[in-house]
């Protein structure tokens, strides 16, 4: 079955620093991924998604990046933290165009508060 | 226009009371539609997927109307576990991003 998981769970960061959330996937091959950003009492925003190794599409322009460096793997990052990048951060994986029905299933999550 | 929208309520019920959700979206040709519950500060998960014949599963019944471009959810018998925000996704139509309302948020008082 397929599994995923991404951590850390939470994490309290100062404004300007660096942030690395990693997310990786078991028991799928070539899932489609995703990065979403939840400030409090709002919805989902899409940040990134990737269709596979080394491809990365932005959603929203912003101090975050991401990297897919190997099939299952997803990592997202930040070299200066700001304020407004405090949230909950979810990764999300779903099978490749064309297998499966397009549902999503996300990791637990890592909620980010930035002081 | 949001290509996905729902009311955000919230729904505040009775155990046992009936309540439905709608949920509208843009794109005509969006072919895949899912509900998911997200407790509080948890991770979305998958309630059930949205058939063109309707589908049921327990309390929960979910119906899609293609020609007026809405999803449902209704919720039978309402329990106080049920007290939660439910998204409502719709995927493809020339896109494999899943695009996600907002959500309603249910709370189920005893």
């Known amino acids: 079955s397929q599994t995923i998981h991404q951590w850390p769970a939470t994490l309290v960061q100062p404004v300007g620093s660096p942030l690395s959330l990693e997310c990786t996937v078991e028991g799928t091959s070539n899932p489609n991924l995703y990065w979403y950003r939840q400030a409090a009492g709002r919805g989902l925003q899409l940040l990134f998604y990737?269709?596979?190794?080394?491809?990365i599409s932005s959603e929203v322009p912003q101090n975050l990046s991401a990297s897919r460096p190997q099939d299952r793997q997803f990592i997202l990052s930040s070299k200066k933290l700001l304020l407004s990048d405090s949230g909950f951060y979810l990764c999300a994986w779903s099978g490749s165009s064309g297998s499966g029905t397009g549902e999503l299933f996300f990791g637990e999550g890592s909620r980010l508060t930035v002081l | 226009r949001k290509e996905v929208e729902q009311d955000p309520g919230p729904f505040n019920v009775p155990e046992g009371a009936t309540v439905a959700f709608n949920c509208t979206y843009s794109n005509s040709a969006s072919q895949s539609f899912f509900w998911y519950r997200q407790d509080c500060r948890k991770e979305p998960k998958l309630l059930m997927s949205?058939?063109?014949s309707g589908n049921e599963d327990g309390r929960f019944t979910a119906q899609l109307n293609r020609a007026s471009q809405y999803i449902s959810l209704l919720i039978r018998d309402s329990k106080l576990s049920d007290s939660a925000t439910y998204l409502c996704v719709v995927n493809g139509g020339g896109s494999y991003i899943p695009t996600f309302g907002r959500g309603t948020s249910l709370i189920v008082h005893p």
């Open positions: 990737s269709v596979g190794i080394g491809q």
């Open positions: 949205v058939y063109s």
